[in-house]
């Protein structure tokens, strides 16, 4: 059985920090490229980071220069280090996993939510 639980999530004044986790079982970890995404009330669920499995990363416009995404092969995890958090980050975060050859075997974890007001 495949599960992706996702842990850190909270409340933080803007300006602050979080740090996301996300703790894989039931698949190969290393195959597959990780990403987070958000979304936040009345709006669309958007891509937020992704990391390959050779370690590429990418963000979306609106989180570079400020979050980090890393993974833990060992440890079946992947991170979302949020800094300079800014109201408009609130959302909750999913992790998602895809297949580096069958991007059919694609997981989503339950969620996580961020809440940054002060």
């Known amino acids: 059985q495949v599960q992706l639980v996702e842990s850190g999530g909270g409340l933080v004044q803007p300006g602050g920090s979080l740090r996301l986790s996300c703790a894989a079982s039931g698949i190969a970890f290393s195959a597959y490229a990780m990403s987070w995404y958000r979304q936040a009330p009345g709006k669309q669920r958007e891509l937020v980071a992704t990391i390959t499995t050779i370690g590429t990363t990418n963000y979306a416009d609106s989180v570079k220069g400020r979050f980090t995404i890393s993974r833990d092969n060992a440890k079946n995890t992947v991170y979302l280090q949020m800094n300079s958090l800014k109201p408009e980050d609130t959302a909750v975060y999913f992790c998602?996993?895809?297949?580096?050859?069958?991007?059919?075997?694609?997981?989503w974890g339950q969620g996580t939510q961020v809440t940054v007001s002060s």
């Open positions: 998602n996993a895809v297949h580096m050859l069958l991007s059919s075997r694609a997981y």
